[in-house]
T-cell receptor, first 115, second 114 residues
Framework: NAGVMQNPRHLVRRRGQEARLRCSPM?????VYWYRQLPEEGLKFMVY????????ESGMPKERFSAEFPKEGPSILRIQQVVRGDSAAYFC?????????????FGAGSRLTVL | AQTVTQSQPEMSVQEAETVTLSCTYD???????LFWYKQPPSRQMILVIR??????QNATENRFSVNFQKAAKSFSLKISDSQLGDTAMYFC???????????FGTGTRLQVFP
């Protein structure tokens, strides 16, 4: 069981470029969560997805950020026209189909640096 | 809205000693779950321990135990016989029952020295 796989581990972008972060959940997990960790801070919830559905995007910035979890393939967190304030570690977590009281399994994170 | 507060930005402890990390939270919910996660320098988030709010008995996992005081909304983590590998950031987190959304505190950086 490979766990939650995130790539790339490190991504460098210039201001105005696009960043795409990928997350493959654990085998058997159908729920995916994205969290952002700014330097010296805790993780902040961004979005919760199930296959082909966004369930809760209350933590997602209204502009430039989007997320998807297609029927086939990994979940993608997309940041358009990146700015320096987007520099952070982005963590993906997954959980089994049953909702509630699950222990989330986290990936190792993707660190985005915006120059 | 729920909030989680960790008032100790940094702590240090000598190897083999015991250390307690504090966490308080604010919620109007009666059913929820509390967690401690460890984040070593590798940045991987690792679950340390989990507590169901409806259980009065404090959770334990080997050298890790919690002191859960529901009325006081306090959830501290005790690490016994500290080891160098315990050096990490420790995050307290809250999860409302019926969801899988975690709300994290700002973390406590623990340094274990020889």
């Amino acid at each position: 069981n490979a766990g939650v796989m995130q790539n790339p581990r490190h991504l460098v972008r210039r201001r105005g470029q696009e960043a795409r972060l990928r997350c493959s959940p654990m085998k058997g997990h159908s729920h995916v969560y994205w969290y952002r960790q700014l330097p010296e801070e805790g993780l902040k919830f961004m979005v919760y997805l199930q296959k082909e559905n966004i369930i809760d995007e209350s933590g997602m910035p209204k502009e430039r950020f989007s997320a998807e979890f297609p029927k086939e393939g990994p979940s993608i967190l997309r940041i358009q026209q990146v700015v320096r304030g987007d520099s952070a570690a982005y963590f993906c977590a997954s959980s089994p189909p049953r909702t509630g009281a699950n222990v989330l399994t986290f990936g190792a994170g993707s660190r985005l640096t915006v120059l | 809205a729920q909030t989680v507060t960790q008032s100790q930005p940094e702590m240090s402890v000598q190897e083999a000693e015991t250390v307690t990390l504090s966490c308080t939270y604010d919620t109007s919910e009666s059913n929820y779950y509390l967690f401690w996660y460890k984040q070593p320098p590798s940045r991987q988030m690792i679950l340390v321990i989990r507590q169901e709010a409806y259980k009065q008995q404090n959770a334990t996992e080997n050298r890790f135990s919690v002191n859960f005081q529901k009325a006081a909304k306090s959830f501290s983590l005790k690490i016994s016989d500290s080891q160098l590998g315990d050096t990490a950031m420790y995050f307290c987190a809250f999860m409302k029952q019926g969801t899988d959304k975690l709300i994290f505190g700002t973390g406590t950086r623990l340094q274990v020295f020889p």
